[in-house]
């Protein structure tokens, strides 16, 4: 007997599929600007020096490998709650905000939907809605769907330019096609694949609409710091949201802003109405986690939060953070300023206007094809590319081949 009977070889990620190709490919000159993880100047994964200093102190001070709680470690929790929504803000000081810390920001996701799936007033009976931007992260509508969600789009990247905002596209959805009842998806900052946020008006706008609405707003955020490059700039869409009066729910990624890919930490977030409602909603939070990991992993939550616990190590970390963000913005204007060297008259305006680890450039799937046959430059089938992967040792190749098939 074999319950395996049957049983069919699933699809690859896209995404890290792309990566295997990229390994498999014997060509002496090739390029991988697929996935979404940060490389120095040699193209090489990086250590930040304060994660590094925070991680010997540590080291030093670690006195046993207990379990932590089911809510993770409770500084970590106060400290990234702090991060996000900014140590004064009025449900901080009002001790209103759950947090419990997850599984980098797809466990904050998985989480936080799996909370709005189980809560009596979405869905209003029937399978409970999250709206996510067209396009979105392609984790998201997975987590969504495994969490028990109904997935349904409203439009984000505009259809004729496909590098720019389609705001009125957008609201129009918020605003009318929305059911009242559901979850709205948004990307705090940086979104992904696109690098196309909303303005601070825009926003404020957004948020104006949503509050018409009974519905639930919920942040992801992967990028706190690494988008801009200051980590208060990269909050302010939460921020002015939370202001506005939402009760957010708000997932946190440390993956990128601090290189902590590997070590998973995260935390998943909720405003409250009050200091009780705090507790019976971590309550509940935990009542989410315990039969799926019973706990997260306490390493990589102990290094956040020694960073964020002391003034000096966090300003060290935030000059570091502003550095990555700061290469690749570098990245970004030699691409579009090689493009126009090579006689490219196209409009490269959109891969500078873009912003985070993304460029979306606007080449067809074909296109995308073509990169990857002719020149061994890997990017995903939306015409992603991940800026982290340039150096200036590639810039002028990968320009060249853009410019080659765009021509
Ligand atoms: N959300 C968005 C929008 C992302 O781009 C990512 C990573 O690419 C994540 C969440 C989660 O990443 P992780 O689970 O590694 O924190």
Redesign the pocket.
């Known amino acids: 007997y074999s319950s395996w009977t049957g049983v069919e070889l699933a699809p690859a990620d896209p995404i890290i599929g792309l990566t295997q190709a990229f390994k498999d490919d014997p060509a002496a000159t090739k390029v991988l600007l697929g996935v979404?993880a940060y490389r120095d100047g040699d193209g090489k994964p990086v250590v930040l020096p304060s994660v590094k200093k925070a991680e010997e102190r540590v080291v030093a001070s670690l006195q046993d490998h207990e379990y932590a709680a089911i809510s993770g470690l409770a500084d970590f929790c106060r400290l990234s709650v702090a991060f996000a929504l900014g140590a004064d803000s009025k449900p901080v000081v009002e001790n209103r905000v759950a947090c419990v810390q997850t599984l980098?920001?797809?466990?904050a996701?998985r989480v936080g939907l799996a909370m709005l799936e189980r809560l009596p007033a979405v869905g209003g009976g029937g399978k409970p809605i999250v709206y996510v931007p067209s396009p979105t992260?392609g984790?998201h509508p997975n987590i969504a769907k495994d969490a028990g969600l109904e997935v349904r789009r409203y439009r984000y990247l505009d259809d004729k330019t496909k590098t720019s905002l389609d705001f009125e596209g957008l609201m129009e959805d918020l605003e009318h096609t929305v059911e009242p009842g559901s979850a709205i998806l948004l990307?705090a900052c940086a979104h992904?694949p696109t690098g196309v946020d909303p303005s601070r008006e825009q926003w404020a706008r957004i948020s104006r609409a949503l509050a018409q609405k009974d519905v639930q707003v919920f942040f992801?955020c992967?990028y706190q710091g690494f988008a801009s490059g200051d980590p208060e700039n990269d909050a302010w869409a939460i921020r002015k949201f939370v202001e506005d009066g939402h009760n957010i729910l708000l997932?946190q990624?440390y993956?990128?802003n601090f290189g902590l890919?590997g070590e998973?930490v995260?935390a998943l977030s909720a405003v409250c109405e009050d200091p009780q409602q705090a507790k019976a909603l971590e309550s509940q939070l935990k009542r989410i986690i315990r039969p799926m990991y019973s706990n997260p992993p306490v390493h990589g939550a102990r290094v956040v939060a020694t960073v964020l616990a002391d003034p000096n190590l966090k300003a060290r970390w935030a000059d570091e953070c502003k550095q990555m963000a700061d290469r690749i913005q570098g990245m970004r204007l030699a691409l579009k300023s090689s493009l126009e060297d090579l006689g490219s008259t196209k409009d490269w305006s959109h891969i500078t206007a873009q912003i985070g680890m993304f460029a979306f450039t606007g080449l067809t799937q074909d296109q995308v094809l073509t990169l990857r046959q002719r020149f061994h430059i890997y990017c995903t089938l939306d015409g992603r590319i991940s800026v982290a992967g340039l150096t200036s040792a590639n810039v002028h190749y990968v320009a060249q081949a853009i410019h080659e098939i765009t021509n």
């Open positions: 979404g980098s920001g797809t466990g996701c992260w984790n990307h992904n992801d992967a997932a990624s993956a990128k890919y998973r995260g």
